[in-house]
């Protein structure tokens, strides 16, 4: 592994020559092909890469524990979509060197609680929604004779210890509104390490709702205390059920897990995760934590509210439905689809922190709607440098699908078949995934579009002096001209395509796109250097063109309330201004800020408080989330 030290070297020397006007190629050069990032990972989620894994359908890495205590859950054949097929972790640790090659810097696995050992309908919990115990893991995922104690599971360990090893981190999947349906007259058992605490159909101490099917998915109250699929609905009313499940889940981050992913976060109400991600961030401040807010949209209000008042963030579901109408199913409108959802960014607090998706386990796949590798490719490629965190589903770089039923569920769950290196699409995703983490504008960054057609899409994503231009043709070929890229004129290589492309005066005239082209360009700015870096983001200020927001405060670094010496934040989008602060004079040091808005031909704007503080490491990275007091 190249050392952060000799890497930094080489971006730097690399950054500078791209400050020159000189062409760079620094995502692809071999010397740093293996670099982390430049900066303190542990409060940042918007570098990574994330890889969704079905935990049993990925490999079996360990034959003798497929049986398990039940043989008849497991199918050896693989025709029986609802049972086992023996993907375990021992398979995950297998594939680590498989994964981080790709690009991927984080796995999101599947449930990996024990769960209910018994079918259903000839379904078996192999998904990890129908979890018995949250303080044990399912056994079927473990070596054979391996402890399934949460605190004394080695293969867990070994896990851990692996991801970690290589610079990656861990996503476990969690599920806090419903425990299991009724299996062979037994529901909503629920065990802590082993000890019966819960029991649906015999609850004295009220740690479930006992109402009918949810029958009207508009009804709030339906959606909160409802069942759904049969599912033992938790009482979040309950502080004993509360503080089972945040000690669950604060002893798996104990165990090395580094973020969380929520299931069906829209059936319990927003006080309950409120007072959930409080406590878990006050436990690990590292922790991001994403949810499933199913079918969230920003033309909804409620999804909206979530994703800026819960805690955390969501799987932006909006953005993924306009990727395969415009891509995979060729609706009317093509791009401009996508556009439409991105020019609701302003709503979120925070749109550089939803996570993207083309696809996943309760959707058909992306192949399934569309079988042209073509256009999952311009897919990926657009996940992978618009905004938000890109989360690609298991096996998709290797063109995995089944069309069984229109690919729709379970059929969109097959065994993962081969680990080709050298498809397209596994290719891509290297060089992308280095992309991300050596250009900020593709993480951090504001997205503008700059050419639109149903068929051609062109933006750039920008922070600071970093600029990333993308080109996209699902069509037919053709020749358009860019009058405005924003980009240093000079000589550039495509990332994924190597193709030469020149910017002169800003522009690139005459660009002839092939059918189904992608043309990714990248420009590396200078980074911001200090003792403690700041990252400093400030909503609730609709701003105009031609305005900037300011930080002011106390110490040299911000002006010693000089505003005409304030630190200028960078434009993301109306409502969100971000910048990353260099500290050294005052780095350990307590501080006042507050922030103001310059506007032409008029005197600043300042935030109506007496001042903000707060105390700064003497080193490392801060985060600052503020809403604008007016």
Not at 406 to 416: A, E, K, L, V, W
Request: aromatic share 12%; proline share 4%.
């Amino acid at each position: 592994m190249v050392q952060i030290s000799s890497a930094k070297s080489e971006i730097e020397t690399q950054a500078t020559k791209a400050a020159a006007g000189f062409h760079t190629d620094t995502v692809t050069s071999e010397t740093i092909s293996d670099v982390e990032f430049l900066f303190t990972r542990a409060i940042e989620f918007r570098q990574e890469t994330i890889y969704f894994i079905i935990v049993d359908r990925f490999k079996d890495g360990d034959p003798s524990n497929n049986p398990g205590a039940h043989p008849e859950l497991y199918d050896p054949t693989k025709q029986k979509w609802g049972k086992y097929w023996g993907g375990d972790l021992q398979g995950i640790i297998d594939k680590l060197d498989y994964l981080k090659n790709l690009g991927v810097t984080a796995i999101w696995i599947s449930p990996l609680f024990e769960q209910v050992e018994a079918l259903q309908f000839e379904n078996a919990a192999m998904h990890g929604y129908w979890t018995k115990d949250f303080k044990r893991i399912n056994p079927r995922f473990l070596a054979t004779h391996d402890d399934n104690s949460l605190f004394r599971c080695s293969t867990f360990d070994t896990l851990i210890a692996g991801l970690h090893e290589r610079g990656m981190k861990l996503i476990l999947d969690i599920v806090c509104n419903h425990s299991s349906p009724d299996v062979n007259g037994e529901k909503g058992k629920l065990y802590e390490d082993g000890v019966l605490i819960a029991d649906y159909y015999n609850d004295v101490n009220n740690w479930y709702y006992h109402n009918p099917e949810i029958t009207d998915w508009e009804n709030e109250e339906q959606l909160l205390y409802y069942e759904m699929a049969g599912l033992a609905t938790f009482n979040e009313s309950n502080p004993d059920y509360r503080h089972y499940i945040k000690t669950a889940i604060k002893q798996w981050l104990d165990r090395g897990v580094d973020a969380l992913r929520v299931d069906t976060v829209k059936h319990m109400p927003i006080w309950f995760w409120q007072e959930f991600n409080s406590d878990i961030q006050t436990h690990k401040p590292s922790v991001f934590t994403f949810g499933e807010w199913g079918f969230s949209n920003p033309n909804k209000s409620s999804s909206i509210k979530f994703a800026n008042e819960s805690g955390m963030s969501i799987l932006d579901f909006g953005l993924c439905g306009a990727i395969r109408e415009a891509l995979a199913q060729g609706l009317p409108g093509g791009f401009h689809l996508i556009q439409d959802i991105l020019n609701l960014d302003y709503l979120y607090n925070t749109a550089t922190e939803l996570i993207t998706f083309i696809d996943n386990h309760d959707m058909p796949r992306f192949q399934s709607l569309n079988s042209d590798p073509a256009l999952l490719r311009l897919a990926i490629a657009f996940i992978m440098t618009s905004r938000g965190i890109p989360c690609i589903y298991y096996g998709t770089e290797q063109y995995l699908h089944n069309d069984t039923n229109g690919g729709n569920d379970p059929y969109n769950r097959p065994m993962m078949e081969k680990w080709d290196t050298d498809t397209e699409l596994y290719q891509d995703m290297q060089l992308l995934s280095k992309l991300r983490r050596l250009n900020p504008a593709v993480s951090l960054g504001s997205q503008k579009q700059k050419y639109i057609t149903d068929n051609v899409y062109c933006y750039l994503r920008s922070y600071r002096d970093y600029r990333c231009f993308v080109a996209m043709n699902k069509g037919a070929a053709t020749t358009i001209n860019l009058e405005h890229t924003e980009l240093e004129d000079g000589e550039y290589n495509c990332i994924v395509t190597k193709r030469q492309i020149e910017v002169k005066n800003g522009k690139i005239l005459g660009l002839k796109l092939a059918a189904k082209e992608l043309i990714v360009l990248s420009y590396l700015g200078e980074r911001v250097k200090g003792k403690t870096i700041v990252r400093a983001q400030v909503n609730g200020l609709k701003t105009q063109p031609g305005d900037t927001v300011v930080v002011i405060g106390d110490c040299p670094e911000l002006g010693d309330w000089d505003i005409s010496k304030a630190y200028a934040l960078e434009y993301i989008n109306e409502n969100t201004w971000f910048g990353e602060i260099p500290f050294n004079e005052s780095a350990g040091k307590a501080i006042c800020y507050k922030y103001a808005l310059w506007r032409k031909n008029q005197p600043p704007l300042r935030e109506n408080l007496v001042s903000r503080r707060w105390i700064l490491s003497d080193q490392g990275t801060v985060k600052w989330r503020d809403t604008w007091a007016s």
